[in-house]
């Protein structure tokens, strides 16, 4: 029987938006189908999910999104095709994405917000935690964020999202979490503000996208009204769930990218690219070219 504090095996993805921000190559392609080099963002998130030990991926998504299912499918014609054709490696390749994880998907019919795709997920996830893993952010480092969260979550039977240290200026664009610390890198949250003035922000600890939650979210998310553009947002719900439950934050270790924001889109490309041996020299070449 699965417990409230118990393991985490399940992973919820909200990739239901619209994706505005990424038009027009967004009209047709869901966002989170658009590659980092050569992997969908998408892809590189269930990667994360699957290296901290979930088992069970619920995708939240929308209308004209069915290629993000389709991409963890096996897709016969093409690996069938490289097989014949001797290119085994290649439709292995294309046949370890379909074998990536147990993908079980929820439509989200309106995007009412990230609070009420998370509330959608709960006939799939019931009475268990679970992580919750938002797409815009790729979070790279030896251990997966999700990983030092769940191991957080595991060892101190609270919920716990995942918070990095930005500067002042930049308080304004996160949700950013106040409270008492009881290490350098582990608070327990009191507050939470979503897109503070710098002034009144209660720390410089932001939140990416990366959480690990007790089912409790999903009653506080009921409870939630909707707030800025009639959309019910998580933060709201976390800030109730603090009110009920110990809620903590964990300055996880990593480099994070905003790939819901063009230049941050960039940069990880850049830095993706660079990590891969087979591409690194042609890279450097191309950036050396560019800068002159
Ligand atoms: P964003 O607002 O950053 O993403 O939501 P978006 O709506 O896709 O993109 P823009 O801002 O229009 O460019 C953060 C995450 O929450 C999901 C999005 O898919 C994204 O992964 N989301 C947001 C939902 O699943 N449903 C919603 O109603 C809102």
């Known amino acids: 029987m699965a417990s409230t504090f118990g393991r ?3 992973a919820v ?6 994706g505005t921000r990424f038009l027009p190559a967004t009209k047709a392609v ?12 998408i892809q590189l998130i269930v990667e994360e999910a699957v290296r901290a030990g979930i088992e069970d991926i619920v995708l939240i ?7 993000i299912e389709n991409h963890f499918d096996y897709n016969y014609e093409v690996e069938d095709t490289l097989e014949k054709k001797g290119k085994a490696d290649l439709a292995e390749v294309s046949k370890a994405v379909g ?17 009420h795709a998370v509330l959608c997920a709960e006939p799939v996830i019931g ?8 797409g815009d952010d790729l979070i790279d480092s030896t251990v997966p ?8 979550f595991e060892e101190q039977k609270a919920s716990v999202v995942g918070v990095m240290e930005v500067p002042a200026d930049e308080v304004s664009k996160y949700g950013i979490v106040g409270g008492k610390m009881l290490t350098p890198r582990l608070m327990d949250i009191k507050q939470l503000v979503e897109k503070p003035a710098p002034q009144a922000a209660p720390s410089r600890f932001a939140i990416p996208g990366r959480y690990v939650l007790s089912p409790t979210i999903f009653q506080c ?17 976390l800030q109730l769930l603090a009110e009920r439950e110990r809620l903590l934050a964990y300055q996880f270790s990593g480099t994070r990218y905003d790939t819901g924001d063009r230049l941050g889109f960039i940069d990880a490309t850049i830095a993706y690219a660079l990590k891969r041996a087979d591409l690194a020299p042609g890279v450097k070449e191309i950036l050396k070219k560019h800068l002159g």
Do not use: W, Y
């Open 8 to 10: 985490v095996r399940k």
């Open 13 to 18: 993805i909200p990739a239901a938006g619209l």
């Open 30 to 41: 869901p966002k989170e189908m658009i590659p980092i080099v050569d992997i969908p963002m």
């Open 61 to 67: 998504t929308a209308r004209h999104k069915e290629a």
């Open 99 to 115: 074998k990536m994880c147990n993908l079980i998907s929820i439509r989200q019919k309106n995007p009412m917000g990230l609070g």
């Open 127 to 134: 009475n268990e935690p679970f992580a919750v893993l938002l």
């Open 145 to 152: 964020c999700t990983k030092q969260l769940v191991e957080i």
């Open 221 to 237: 998310l009921k409870e939630t009204k909707p707030g800025k553009g009639g959309e019910i947002q998580l933060t709201d719900g």
